[in-house]
């Protein structure tokens, strides 16, 4: 069993940045792919980007050029830079990791990220 764990979220005022964190239980170079979901209020989740263990990472068009996936592997921690905030990222926003294709990826409870106009 793998535990994920997200920190940073708060509140922020529009344009404003925030650093989300996202601490795992082993090593995050073993994973597939880890990635960071947001789920905005009353609306479904939604991916915001994702890592491959090849280096490929892709962004949602919404966030592009805005937010940056990073990682730490000594750390086993990956994080999310969030710059330029809009009240449109308003969200709980979570991490996952997979192991592969075929299985289903692991995920964190999520920390809220409130961005005030």
């Known amino acids: 069993q793998v535990h994920l764990v997200e920190s940073g979220g708060g509140l922020v005022q529009a344009g404003g940045s925030l650093r989300l964190s996202c601490a795992a239980s082993?090593?995050?170079?073993?994973?597939?792919?880890i990635e960071w979901y947001r789920q905005p209020p009353g609306q479904q989740r939604e991916l915001v980007t994702t890592e491959g263990n090849g280096g490929s990472i892709y962004y949602a068009p919404s966030v592009r050029g805005r937010f940056t996936i990073s990682r730490d592997n000594a750390k086993r921690t990956v994080y999310l830079q969030m710059n330029r905030l809009k009240p449109e990222d308003t969200a709980v926003y979570y991490c996952?990791?997979?192991?592969?294709?075929?299985?289903?990826?692991?995920w964190g409870r999520g920390t809220q990220v409130t961005v005030s106009t």
């Open positions: 996952s990791a997979s192991e592969g294709p075929d299985t289903p990826p692991y």
């Open positions: 082993r090593r995050i170079d073993s994973f597939n792919a």
